[in-house]
């Protein structure tokens, strides 16, 4: 019998990455998937970082890289995992992200308004299943947390999963961002088990502290940089003209948006309904620039106007701050902009509005990250750690912007 042939691909950030074998391979070359290279892993943040311009396909076989990493530590450390086990939870992290829509999260609830990108993942690897004889059946379980070992599950989805230790790196990477740099290999060597949960042997603790503060500094700087908010408030400002437009006939959707607008679709129907599955393929974010060039052409001028600056990157102008945006600014701008351009009131709602964003370190309630120590005893970081403040790391920041056309504020 031929053995299988190892296939490599050279990753920029974790080096040489061994492909699946055998029904993961498959699923790496099904079309479903190699739509991810279609999708940039930050959305629109390459507007401000060149760089930025990195794919949720490289992310998706760099979480399931680091998987098969942290699976044969644990194995190392005597955790029982049977090759049946490391194979579905490997499968489940290549395709934690495969219900990502264009633009990644920058979309999500615009195109699918009742529908998660998670119940999206789902959807998917419901219908992968049905393709493969019911191979994934395993993976599904460990996915939605149904099997009997916990900690499989956390390497999926925890407050250190495979997927927070590879976009961290990533990202980090890709926009030079040095905050973000953590020592991936370092964490995954510490992993171990106590009590069917993930652990961090005593020794990591470091590594963790400077994970999470490299994980809120991130946020700020990159996942919810004024400017990458700017250019995703315009992106969903264009959806939301566009629907507005479409519900008053003044406008002929897409085919693929016409299906989803037209009929709201819920995720038992996308589980369901494999034609469904495909329709979503087929959207990426190169289809997304068709849609808007096209739309800088309408007639409309709310919906030219929005789509014309986005394809020129002249953006919304942004303003934060702690407390919420008083009602009379808001008044004040939308005033000045309806003068500019002489529109009505509900018009001039799309060019100036304000909103918020929020970011936390670590939550104290979800899956804990905990210490293991040589005696027996087991810590939450923000208990073990001598220079993280339990307040701090877990205090919800709220940021209150308004967001709106800087020429016609200004003039």
């Known amino acids: ?46 507007f401000i970082y060149p760089g930025a311009v990195h794919t949720r ?21 005597k955790n029982e995992i049977t090759p049946i086990e490391s194979e579905a939870v490997s499968l ?42 019911g191979e ?28 927070r230790l590879d976009y961290l790196k990533r990202d980090s990477f890709f926009t030079g961002v040095s905050e973000g740099v953590i020592g991936t290999e370092r964490i995954i060597k510490m992993l171990t088990i106590a009590k069917d949960s993930l652990a961090v042997e005593e020794k990591g603790i470091y590594s963790i502290e400077k994970f999470l503060i490299a994980r ?13 908010l700017a250019a995703e408030q315009m992106l969903i400002s264009i959806f939301k003209r566009v629907h507005f437009l479409y519900k008053n006939k003044q406008l002929i959707l897409p085919d693929t948006l016409n299906r989803f607008w037209n009929n709201p679709i819920s995720a038992k129907e996308l589980n369901e309904n494999i034609e469904l599955i495909q329709l979503f393929s087929q959207l990426d974010d190169s289809e997304i620039w068709v849609w808007i060039k096209q739309w800088a052409q309408h007639t409309d001028f709310i919906l030219s106007f929005l789509s014309q600056n986005f394809i020129q990157r002249k953006l919304f102008k942004i303003e934060m701050q702690r407390t919420p945006i008083p009602t009379s ?29 929020e970011n936390h370190a670590y939550s104290i309630t979800d899956d804990k990250i905990n210490i293991l120590y040589k005696d027996g005893r087991i810590l939450d970081i923000s208990e073990a750690s001598d220079i993280l403040n339990t307040e701090v790391i877990s205090k919800n920041v709220i940021k209150y912007f308004i967001c709106f056309m800087q020429e016609a504020i200004r003039s």
């Open 1 to 46: 019998m031929m053995e299988k042939k190892i296939k490599i691909v050279n990753d920029p950030v974790l080096g040489f990455i061994q492909l699946p074998l055998g029904l993961g391979l498959q699923i790496v070359e099904h079309p479903w998937f190699q739509r991810l290279r279609n999708i940039k892993q930050l959305g629109v943040a390459y």
């Open 57 to 77: 396909f490289q992310h998706s076989l760099g979480a399931y890289y680091l998987a098969q990493q942290a699976i044969d530590v644990l194995i190392t450390k």
């Open 92 to 133: 489940a992290v290549l395709l934690h992200d495969i219900g990502h829509g264009p633009f990644s999260h920058t979309l999500e609830k615009i195109i699918l308004p009742h529908i998660s990108h998670e119940q999206i993942t789902l959807a998917y690897m419901h219908h992968f299943n049905n393709l493969f004889d």
């Open 136 to 163: 994934l059946r395993l993976a599904i379980d460990i996915m939605n947390n149904r099997y009997s070992k916990h900690f499989l599950h956390q390497l999926i989805s925890s407050q250190l999963d495979m997927d």
């Open 216 to 228: 809120r500094l991130m946020y700020w700087q990159v996942y919810l940089h004024k400017t990458v």
């Open 329 to 357: 600014k808001l008044e004040d701008y939308r005033n000045k902009t309806m003068k500019k351009f002489h529109l009505s009131a509900f018009d001039a709602s799309f060019l100036v509005f304000s909103d918020s964003a």
